[in-house]
């Protein structure tokens, strides 16, 4: 009996101090759902310049909620007093009483009390932070209703919450940090400096010791050819000094180069840069036994943390916003080098903005498409079930408007207002492209996979439909059986049979296609030096997915090497938007019209980190959030590749040569699968053979796992 009264008495104690300290968690800024991040992305996109002129987006631009009712119930054993700070004009109510005079302190007596913040804002996010002993401001508030919020089974909308937590970092003070970093080169002239920095940086030009009054102009350059055409550079700022002293530069801006043009009389001792940042954690890493490969991974690395700021942007010199499509595939490589969600999530609130829907986002039907597909990736390598319940209702209105746009044949084609865009490819875009009904179908399946995740199941089962009705259609009228392709697209009710590797790649990709359509793709279009090349590593991104999808590493690095290894032997120190090696000299920077008009730090450019991972160190999620998962390396004709893949549960590490593959399993059930021209032999357990030269073996969470093998000759040397 005292055994049991004493097991009891601990329980309790137990249940107690774990009430206790989830009730006492810091306490955080919160706000409603979307507004900092819809907020914080209008601040960062007026900032793009023509020049030095101010270049404003066309797309629409959304407004966070000017006031919230910020809600929480709580019992408390004993008197409590809260401390409120927050960010607008606002009143508090305690069960139904307005508080009276300081309501920056607020005494609660015990027992049961429905706590309501209402706050005005119109500059900023409407944004509380309440602290006592036991309530704090958390996810566990909630937030009163909109006019245009449809809640999913009546479930209250939680308020929302990033690493503000203290009364005098609130979110409007939001700011990257910067630190010092010094030139590498500088070179002066009776009128200036000209700076090198040694590689592609951003950040905030610091004069040291500037002596004299006057006019100072920094013209900056991502290569030496535009920092000295001070009448054609991208970019430009332009002050004027009255003191002696430092100066730092009040604008952030890309460049490796800076030539600085003084007025007579005016002198500096030395130059650096205020270099702004993301703080970022390097988690992922490939080497391998080719070491312009190894040197493609690290540029690539460079390429993605620098255009990972407050938000996944596409280049960091020209623009400073947001595009869904180069989005997307920057969600996919950071999965395999930082993992770092927040950013993946605060691009998918920014791009998707608020309610009312009137026009696709950035203006671009495809681009709308993307989205949908960015949050199901998200959700698959994160296993985030919180973010996909939050952001559902905006998925929803944004289907809804898709929806309203299809055609008689339930297909979708560009309307008045739209921009389809697929890519830079000269090719036509008017009609019913097959690669946007592929992407349709996958955005539909993406909504029911997002409606079964938070039980809405009217949703799941219409969109599940929808999509099973279109992939039928998309076949019947768009694959062509004799050229055992998909064509172009269909117009006016005509089909236009031009092949393109568009559609064909994407259907590969999504798993559209049986196994005799996948080799006749693989041979009548991947491999087909006929149909039409791309040129830009945004599609190639999908067309190198796509043949290493076929088992074509080799291949692969042929391509990676050739296209990517071509930049850096142009002088590349980030990868850029578009690369033409007929193109040299200066020319190979035009684009738009304009002589420096091209990005040389462009994030669609880093897909070897993406490629590399999923394809050559072979990690990928088979459950969301990697509960289960497969490790299936590929040498893709090199001698070794080693690496690691970061997921929720810790890092996967590969090393993989022509004998022997090493596996680190850190959590979740995996699987290793490879092939082997004998029966391979693990230092735990047994490899399964599953099919003739096909093996599997288990992963134990938390072991290394050592397989000796021998590689099928035909998968040695590089095409």
């Known amino acids: 009996m005292r055994t049991h009264f004493l097991r009891t008495a601990m329980m309790a104690l137990v249940f107690l101090y774990s009430s206790w300290a989830a009730a006492a968690s810091p306490a955080t800024w919160i706000w409603y759902p979307g507004d900092f ?94 602290r006592g002993k036991t309530i704090g401001s958390d996810a566990t508030w909630t937030l009163g209703p909109t006019p245009h919020y449809k809640p999913v089974n009546g479930a209250p909308i939680q308020a929302a919450s990033w690493n503000f937590n203290a009364p005098d970092t609130p979110p409007s003070h939001y700011r990257l940090p910067t630190r010092e970093v010094p030139a590498v080169s500088m070179q002066r002239n009776p009128r200036g400096l000209l700076v090198d920095f040694g590689r592609e940086t951003t950040g905030f030009v610091k004069l040291k010791n500037l002596q004299g ?32 002293g430092d100066f730092t530069a009040t604008n952030s801006r890309a460049m490796r180069y800076v030539n600085i043009q003084l007025d007579e009389g005016m002198s500096v001792d030395d130059v650096s840069l205020m270099y702004e940042y993301l703080p970022l954690t390097q988690r992922g890493s490939f080497r391998s036994s080719d070491e312009e490969l190894n040197r493609i991974w690290d540029v690539s690395l460079r390429s993605l943390q620098l255009n990972t700021r407050e938000f996944f942007i596409d280049g960091v010199k020209r623009d400073h916003w947001l595009w869904s499509g180069d989005a997307l595939q920057a969600y996919l490589m950071n999965y395999y080098s930082f993992f770092d969600g927040d950013a993946v999530k605060r691009t998918a609130w920014a791009l998707r903005g608020a309610d009312p829907v009137d026009m696709h986002i950035n203006t671009i039907l495809d681009y709308s498409l993307y989205w949908f597909i960015g949050i199901q990736d998200y959700y698959r390598y994160t296993g985030d079930e919180a973010f996909v319940r939050s952001i559902y209702p ?96 269909r117009k006016d009710g005509k089909l236009d049979t031009l092949v393109t590797r568009h559609p064909n790649m994407f259907a590969l990709l999504f798993g559209y296609l049986d196994p005799a359509q996948r080799e006749a793709v693989k041979r009548s279009v991947l491999l087909n030096g006929q149909i039409p090349e791309i040129t830009t590593p945004y599609m190639r991104f999908y067309e190198l997915a796509a043949l290493a999808e076929s088992g074509q590493q080799a291949y692969v690095t042929g391509q990676i090497k050739d296209y990517w290894g071509g930049m850096l032997r142009a002088g590349a120190t980030c990868f850029w938007e578009q690369y033409d090696p007929k193109q040299q000299g200066v020319e190979r920077y035009a684009m738009y019209g304009k002589a420096f008009g091209m990005s040389l730090c462009h994030a669609w450019g880093a897909s070897p980190l993406y490629l590399l991972g999923r394809y050559y160190l072979g990690v990928q999620p088979t459950q969301p959030g990697y509960a289960s998962y497969v490790v299936e390396p590929n040498l893709g004709g090199l001698q070794w590749i080693e690496g690691k893949v970061p997921t929720p549960r810790g890092d996967i590490a ?55 093998y021998v590689q099928p000759s035909a998968q040695l040397g590089r095409d």
């Open 213 to 244: 009054t006057g006019k100072v102009v920094l013209y900056y350059g991502e290569s030496l050819e535009e920092a000295q055409a001070t009448d054609a550079c991208e970019t430009l700022d332009r002050y004027s000094v009255h003191s002696a």
């Open 394 to 489: 905006r998925m929803v209105s944004l289907m809804d408007f898709v929806l309203a746009r299809r055609n008689a044949d339930g297909m979708l084609e560009g309307l008045p207002g739209d921009w389809v865009f697929v890519d830079w490819a000269k090719m036509p875009t008017d009609g019913e492209l097959t690669v946007i009904q592929l992407l349709f179908a996958r955005s539909l399946e993406a909504m029911a996979d997002s409606a079964t995740l938070v039980h809405d199941e009217p949703h799941a089962l219409r969109y599940r439909q929808l999509a099973q009705e279109l992939k039928a259609r998309i076949m019947q009228t768009f694959w062509d059986p004799q050229r055992q392709a998909f064509i172009h697209r």
């Open 654 to 708: 590969v090393s993989m040569s022509v004998n022997e593959i090493k596996v680190s399993a850190p959590g979740g059930q995996g699987v290793l699968r490879f092939t082997s021209a004998v029966a391979p032999h693990s230092s735990m357990g047994v490899p399964r053979q599953i099919s003739p030269g096909h093996y599997e073996l288990s992963l134990e969470a938390g072991k290394s796992y050592l397989v000796g």
């Open 37 to 130: 991040e819809i907020w914080l992305s209008n601040q960062m996109q007026v900032k793009r310049v023509e020049r030095d002129a101010p270049f404003m987006p066309f797309w629409r631009f959304y407004s966070h909620q000017p006031q919230v009712n910020f809600s929480r119930q709580v019992e408390l054993a004993a008197p409590e007093e809260l401390s409120l700070t927050a960010e607008g004009r606002y009143s508090v109510v305690v069960d139904g009483k307005f508080v009276q005079g300081d309501q920056q302190h607020i005494a609660l007596p015990a027992g049961k009390h429905t706590i309501n913040v209402q706050v005005y804002n119109a500059a900023s996010p409407p944004a509380i932070l309440v």
